[in-house]
């Protein structure tokens, strides 16, 4: 919001050594946030007001003008409207101004088609000032109306030797009382003990003129009111009115629609001016009907939705309630209006601007909340404006209905709380003395009664934490002074699951090479349907986003939704997402809160399956070591209804275990063709992470680097399919004590070693801690190994 030092001036004396920049400080460090102090003057240095004396033709343009200035100065113009003793904007050497692209260029002396020109005669949007001086074509700006000698500064000719205050609008979200020149003033008046002005008393009129309004819902429309004003004649505002609304960014238009921006921007209170031949039988305040059609005044077109707030006469809907007018307003032969200035609520108002789409001024107001008491204020404003610039206007009737008033706020507070929470002593005959200030009625000594004023309690001070928010910026935040609290630092608190989560992010997003994601809670049914789980119970929802979707049970089928989204994009690729499921099984009954268990599910996708597999079960056994859990076991178990039973496996808690927590399994071709997963393969793990127990803490131990020596020997052997890697790996450590580590290499199903074996390579690492092996001593230990898989598993030498 902009607010002009000039017109404060109007409502409060502020000190004579005030700078901008000063009151910018006081503003922001107790009231509201200044971001900006900008001087309008500094863009029109150099640019005058000045009288053209002579104009003659120039010698080599038929388009340009030879003007002679009152100073003497000659000047090139090419403006279609230029004429002897006609003022106008100057631009003299040195003086920065803007082209028709937007750029800027600096005036210089120069010679125009062979005559000397000192300086530009400029239009209004040369200046920046398209919207108070406008023109058409190729006319230049006619500053002729304005009673200034000629050589002025321009910027105090039109008014532009202000400074504006931009504030913050977040900070204004609060207070409604702020969103006006007046009550910025009133702040003003409170930091410097100065008089704050009263706004003229509204005389209201006895006559209602047979106008009748009609409030349908009191609780949406608390103050209506409608004033009949006659005797008008549509014109152009005087140039100190234009020129205050441009400097605050409004665009002048005429008399009586600048009069209501400028009571707005004067007092906060929006309003809307109605012909009088539009409301023959009165206005009714009322709720839309479906499918009503609206057309505002900025020539949008709405058709509204039931229930929408608006303003009506008996046939049509007139305004978009405490947002914006219809096209049905004010027009250039208006003699009479109804002048509206009502009280919307916050809610209704900031309901309607966000489902159309429609922003203004009026809705930034009144979605904050205003009090009732602030339409008597713009009425008064309104009341005196038009007796000094439209003298034959006359206030002829007005209707007021106020069924329902703001109540009164009252809060007590004990003087032992405030000098507490201040951490000051103030008396309590200072500590009412603020509060007069600001204008709260202040009683009591111990304890004070604070009379809220009506423009603070619209639920901006309702309690005692409040009122020593008041005190306390009015004395000043850094008057307070500052006193560091007592910190006791204790032990931190051990979360071994929030730590084993985070561990297992890592490992799997940093090491395992995947990536995160964090899908919906809910499921649609299509993707339980693809996943095998349409029969599973799913606890529903009150109301869901879309029809079918329920609480999901496994995060299996949001994976397979963005399995096949990124196959769009990506042939090769892996995710996992940690997150909740929700069981319908209630342990504690009926009443209790369903199941919430942590689930972890991981995806590989790639063109080779065996790859997929084999990588996936290395990231889920090397999981313990990097995550600090009890190592898991793989087992056999009844695979879930989206695994591919032909590459399945269980995974357990530990090898005693017996009831599977996850599993890991290619994916079935059903779950493949039911999600639109195609041409590529899939490997999804699942695993129950409330099922994982972190350890306590991590066991560190040392091992020294090896002195000898180690020797990898690989051994190829046959043997049956059943047989499990867990279990040889297992025999092959304890085969002999120089085995230091046994590795997986390759395995090979295919007929050249029968339907009913496999071919199996392992990698074996020996070393010893006393010598360096010699090569008997390795083929002796790998004869061991082979004996030892011989015996236990029948296992042969692959031939060759």
């Given at each position: 919001?902009?607010?002009?030092?000039?017109?404060?001036?109007?409502?409060?004396?502020?000190?004579?050594?005030?700078?901008?920049?000063?009151l910018?400080?006081?503003?922001?460090?107790?009231?509201?946030?200044?971001?900006?102090?900008v001087?309008?003057?500094?863009?029109?240095?150099?640019?005058i007001?000045?009288?053209?004396?002579?104009?003659?033709?120039?010698?080599?343009?038929?388009?340009?003008?030879?003007?002679?200035?009152?100073?003497?100065?000659?000047?090139?113009?090419?403006?279609?409207?230029?004429?002897?003793?006609?003022?106008?904007?100057?631009?003299?050497?040195?003086?920065?101004?803007?082209?028709g692209?937007?750029?800027?260029?600096?005036?210089?002396?120069s010679?125009?088609?062979?005559?000397?020109s000192?300086?530009?005669?400029?239009?209004?949007?040369?200046?920046?000032?398209?919207?108070?001086?406008?023109?058409t074509?190729?006319?230049?700006?006619?500053?002729?109306?304005?009673?200034?000698a000629?050589?002025?500064?321009?910027?105090?000719?039109?008014?532009?030797?202000?400074?504006?205050?931009?504030?913050?609008?977040?900070?204004?979200?609060?207070?409604?009382?702020?969103?006006g020149?007046?009550?910025?003033?009133?702040?003003?008046?409170?930091?410097?003990?100065?008089?704050?002005?009263?706004?003229?008393?509204?005389?209201?009129?006895?006559?209602?003129?047979g106008?009748?309004?009609?409030?349908?819902?009191?609780?949406?429309?608390?103050?209506?009111?409608?004033?009949?004003?006659?005797?008008?004649?549509?014109?152009?505002?005087?140039?100190?009115?234009?020129?205050?609304?441009?400097?605050?960014?409004q665009?002048?238009?005429?008399?009586l629609?600048?009069?209501?921006?400028?009571?707005?921007?004067?007092?906060?209170?929006?309003?809307?001016?109605?012909?009088?031949?539009?409301?023959?039988?009165?206005?009714?305040?009322?709720?839309?009907?479906?499918?009503?059609?609206?057309?505002?005044?900025?020539g949008?077109?709405?058709?509204?939705?039931?229930?929408?707030?608006?303003?009506?006469?008996?046939?049509?809907?007139?305004?978009?309630?405490?947002?914006?007018?219809?096209?049905?307003a004010?027009?250039?032969?208006?003699?009479?209006l109804?002048l509206?200035?009502?009280?919307?609520?916050?809610?209704?108002?900031?309901?309607?601007?966000?489902?159309?789409g429609?922003?203004s001024e009026s809705?930034?107001?009144?979605?904050?909340?205003?009090?009732?008491?602030?339409?008597?204020?713009?009425?008064?404003?309104?009341?005196?404006?038009?007796?000094d610039?439209?003298?034959?206007?006359?206030?002829?009737?007005?209707?007021?209905?106020?069924?329902?008033?703001?109540?009164?706020?009252?809060v007590?507070?004990?003087?032992?709380?405030?000098?507490?929470?201040?951490?000051?002593?103030?008396?309590?005959?200072?500590?009412?003395?603020?509060?007069?200030?600001?204008?709260?009625?202040?009683?009591?000594?111990?304890q004070?009664?604070?009379?809220?004023?009506?423009?603070?309690?619209t639920?901006?001070?309702?309690?005692?934490?409040?009122?020593?928010?008041?005190?306390?910026?009015?004395?000043?935040?850094?008057?307070?002074?500052?006193?560091?609290?007592?910190?006791?630092?204790?032990?931190?608190?051990?979360?071994p699951q929030?730590?084993?989560?985070?561990?297992?992010?890592?490992?799997?997003?940093?090491?395992?090479?995947?990536?995160?994601?964090?899908?919906?809670?809910?499921?649609?049914?299509?993707?339980?349907?693809?996943a095998?789980?349409?029969d599973?119970?799913?606890?529903?929802?009150?109301?869901?986003?879309?029809?079918?979707?329920?609480?999901?049970?496994?995060?299996?089928?949001?994976?397979?939704?963005?399995?096949a989204s990124?196959?769009?994009?990506?042939?090769?690729?892996?995710?996992?997402?940690?997150?909740r499921?929700f069981?319908?099984?209630?342990?504690?009954?009926?009443?209790?809160?369903?199941?919430?268990?942590?689930?972890?599910v991981?995806?590989?996708?790639?063109?080779?399956?065996?790859?997929?597999?084999?990588?996936?079960?290395?990231?889920?056994?090397?999981?313990?070591?990097h995550?600090?859990?009890?190592?898991?076991?793989?087992?056999?178990?009844?695979?879930?209804?989206?695994a591919?039973?032909?590459?399945?496996?269980?995974i357990l808690?530990?090898?005693?275990?017996?009831?599977?927590i996850?599993?890991?399994?290619?994916?079935?071709?059903r779950?493949?063709?039911?999600?639109?997963?195609?041409?590529?393969?899939?490997?999804?793990?699942?695993?129950?992470v409330?099922?994982?127990?972190?350890?306590?803490?991590?066991?560190?131990?040392?091992?020294?680097?090896?002195k000898?020596?180690?020797?990898?020997?690989d051994?190829?052997?046959?043997?049956?399919r059943?047989?499990?890697?867990?279990?040889?790996?297992?025999?092959?450590g304890?085969?002999?004590?120089?085995?230091?580590?046994?590795?997986?290499?390759?395995?090979?199903?295919?007929?050249?070693?029968?339907?009913a074996?496999?071919s199996?390579?392992?990698?074996?690492?020996?070393?010893?801690?006393?010598?360096?092996?010699?090569?008997?001593?390795?083929?002796?230990?790998?004869?061991e190994?082979?004996?030892?898989?011989q015996?236990?598993?029948?296992?042969?030498?692959?031939?060759?």
């Amino acid at each position: 919001m902009k607010i002009s030092i000039d017109w404060l001036r109007d409502y409060v004396d502020l000190p004579a050594d005030l700078t901008p920049s000063a009151l910018a400080h006081h503003l922001t460090m107790r009231t509201v946030e200044v971001e900006q102090v900008v001087d309008l003057a500094a863009p029109l240095d150099q640019v005058i007001a000045a009288r053209i004396v002579e104009v003659a033709p120039h010698p080599n343009a038929d388009r340009l003008r030879v003007c002679t200035m009152h100073d003497g100065r000659t000047v090139v113009c090419g403006g279609s409207n230029v004429r002897p003793d006609m003022l106008v904007a100057l631009a003299l050497p040195g003086a920065v101004c803007t082209g028709g692209d937007g750029s800027s260029f600096t005036i210089a002396e120069s010679k125009v088609r062979g005559v000397a020109s000192s300086g530009m005669i400029c239009a209004g949007e040369e200046l920046g000032l398209a919207d108070l001086l406008p023109t058409t074509g190729k006319e230049i700006s006619d500053l002729s109306g304005l009673e200034v000698a000629a050589g002025t500064p321009l910027a105090s000719a039109i008014g532009f030797d202000d400074v504006l205050l931009e504030i913050d609008n977040k900070s204004l979200t609060n207070r409604p009382d702020l969103w006006g020149h007046y009550g910025i003033a009133r702040e003003l008046a409170a930091m410097f003990e100065r008089s704050l002005k009263p706004l003229p008393r509204f005389d209201a009129p006895s006559d209602h003129a047979g106008l009748s309004i009609q409030i349908e819902d009191p609780a949406r429309c608390r103050r209506f009111t409608m004033t009949k004003i006659a005797g008008l004649k549509t014109g152009e505002s005087p140039m100190w009115l234009r020129s205050r609304l441009a400097r605050v960014g409004q665009r002048p238009i005429n008399l009586l629609v600048d009069l209501t921006n400028y009571v707005m921007m004067a007092v906060g209170q929006p309003s809307h001016a109605f012909d009088a031949r539009d409301l023959p039988e009165g206005v009714r305040i009322r709720g839309a009907v479906a499918d009503e059609p609206l057309t505002l005044l900025n020539g949008e077109s709405l058709v509204l939705e039931p229930g929408t707030l608006i303003v009506a006469s008996h046939d049509r809907p007139m305004a978009l309630a405490g947002v914006m007018g219809g096209e049905h307003a004010v027009r250039d032969d208006t003699e009479e209006l109804w002048l509206e200035v009502a009280n919307f609520t916050a809610i209704d108002v900031r309901r309607s601007s966000r489902r159309y789409g429609v922003r203004s001024e009026s809705s930034s107001r009144n979605e904050k909340g205003l009090d009732c008491e602030r339409i008597d204020a713009a009425l008064g404003t309104f009341q005196a404006l038009f007796a000094d610039l439209a003298p034959d206007a006359r206030f002829v009737a007005h209707v007021d209905q106020f069924p329902n008033p703001w109540p009164k706020v009252t809060v007590r507070v004990d003087i032992d709380f405030l000098q507490r929470r201040l951490g000051r002593q103030l008396p309590s005959s200072q500590v009412r003395a603020l509060l007069e200030r600001l204008g709260f009625d202040a009683t009591g000594d111990a304890q004070l009664e604070v009379a809220v004023p009506s423009w603070r309690a619209t639920g901006d001070v309702d309690l005692p934490e409040d009122i020593v928010e008041e005190i306390a910026r009015l004395y000043g935040y850094e008057e307070l002074g500052f006193t560091p609290p007592r910190v006791a630092l204790t032990a931190p608190v051990i979360q071994p699951q929030r730590r084993m989560d985070r561990r297992l992010r890592e490992y799997l997003a940093f090491r395992a090479g995947l990536r995160e994601v964090v899908t919906y809670p809910w499921v649609d049914a299509n993707l339980r349907e693809a996943a095998g789980l349409a029969d599973v119970p799913c606890l529903g929802l009150a109301h869901p986003p879309a029809p079918g979707q329920r609480l999901a049970v496994s995060l299996v089928p949001q994976m397979l939704h963005t399995i096949a989204s990124n196959l769009r994009h990506l042939d090769r690729f892996g995710a996992f997402e940690l997150n909740r499921v929700f069981s319908a099984t209630r342990e504690d009954g009926p009443e209790a809160l369903p199941q919430q268990p942590r689930h972890l599910v991981a995806a590989w996708v790639g063109p080779d399956v065996g790859e997929l597999y084999y990588r996936a079960k290395g990231v889920i056994g090397d999981l313990a070591r990097h995550v600090q859990t009890r190592a898991l076991a793989w087992g056999v178990g009844e695979p879930p209804p989206w695994a591919d039973p032909k590459a399945h496996q269980a995974i357990l808690a530990d090898d005693t275990a017996r009831t599977p927590i996850g599993h890991i399994a290619a994916l079935h071709p059903r779950t493949r063709r039911l999600a639109g997963i195609r041409r590529a393969e899939t490997v999804v793990v699942e695993l129950n992470v409330d099922a994982l127990e972190p350890h306590p803490s991590r066991e560190n131990k040392f091992a020294p680097l090896p002195k000898y020596p180690t020797v990898s020997a690989d051994l190829s052997v046959v043997l049956e399919r059943g047989v499990q890697w867990t279990t040889i790996e297992s025999h092959v450590g304890r085969a002999h004590g120089l085995v230091q580590n046994v590795r997986f290499v390759d395995e090979y199903v295919g007929p050249q070693v029968g339907d009913a074996h496999k071919s199996l390579t392992l990698s074996v690492t020996l070393g010893s801690s006393e010598r360096t092996l010699v090569r008997d001593e390795v083929e002796m230990v790998m004869q061991e190994i082979l004996a030892e898989l011989q015996r236990e598993f029948g296992a042969q030498l692959r031939p060759g």
